[in-house]
């Protein structure tokens, strides 16, 4: 129902149906009880090896169609010039899309459930006569199959292809720890791993919320926001931000530090281009 280009959709059928493949064996099981005379077959296995072969040819069919729509997405890619690309990656319902719209003032879906972005929107984004393009990926998931990330590969070429990794984390969740691992192996499955990252971790509205007393006095909260945020950072290493995407929390210290890293790359790429980067 979420997948609205033709590119998703073949993707998600693919996936369904590479799901489904091995689990017909069990659609038929109120059959088996049925049973034919000595040495004949069991009447419901006709039916399942029709199935299979229905949906064999099914899925080669799609994996051909991916292989088209596949081509004319690098082409797409190629098209984009020498612009830095930034990609959003996380855990699905981190609130990607939404830090999306805030950076590109654009109306990319953003609502409150899994895997409410399954196209890769991308959007050219212009902060302080620095351009860059910024794309918001499909949320990863807890044990990712590998069949899914083949359905999904040339959504994930998104990422692979970019020259900044945003990683956003939702610090609210009691799991978001497992969420963070979760997204490096996953990128680390891809061959992700060359490109500088930064790290959001959104939702710190709903954070203080939930671990804060309401009756706590407000310097001990900002205490505990702090202490918070240096063990993170010593934890993951790298740049980290901490917002809240709803109530628009820290967003100006986000769009400095994309600045940064994007400048900075394009400072590397091309040293004898002025005209990115002012």
């Excluded at 493949?21 to 005379?37: A, F």
């Excluded at 945003?166 to 978001?176: G, L, M, P, Q, R």
Aim: proline residues 2%; glycine residues 4%.
């Amino acid at each position: 129902m979420r997948a609205q280009t033709a590119q998703a959709r073949t993707q998600v059928e693919l996936a369904q149906l590479q799901y489904l493949l091995p689990r017909l064996k069990g659609l038929w099981t109120h059959l088996e009880r049925q049973r034919g005379g000595i040495g004949m077959r069991g009447p419901g296995e006709k039916e399942i090896e029709t199935d299979r072969r229905v949906i064999n040819d099914k899925i080669s069919k799609l994996k051909q169609d991916l292989e088209i729509l596949d081509k004319q997405e690098a082409t797409r890619r190629k098209t984009r010039g020498e612009l830095i690309r930034v990609a959003l990656v996380g855990y699905t319902n981190v609130g990607k899309s939404t830090i999306m719209n805030l950076m590109s003032k654009s109306d990319v879906l953003a609502e409150n459930k899994l895997f409410a972005t399954l196209d890769t929107t991308v959007r050219k984004v212009v902060i302080e006569n620095i351009a860059f393009l910024l794309s918001d990926t499909v949320g990863f998931i807890r044990k990712l199959p590998h069949k899914l990330i083949e359905s999904f590969k040339s959504t994930l070429d998104e990422t692979k292809e970019s020259d900044v990794i945003v990683h956003v984390v939702d610090a609210s969740h009691e799991n978001f720890r497992d969420h963070i691992n979760i997204v490096n192996e996953t990128l680390s499955d891809l061959s992700v791993t060359r490109q500088p990252r930064l790290v959001v971790f959104n939702k710190m509205d709903l954070y203080r919320e939930k671990h804060f007393d309401k009756f706590l006095p407000e310097e001990i909260k900002q205490e505990l926001s702090l202490e918070f945020e240096k063990n993170m950072r010593s934890w993951m290493n790298c740049n980290c931000v901490f917002i809240s995407a709803t109530n628009k929390e820290n967003i100006d210290q986000l769009r400095n530090t994309m600045i940064l890293m994007v400048q900075d790359m394009y400072h590397k790429r091309y040293p004898y281009k002025s005209n990115f980067y002012g």
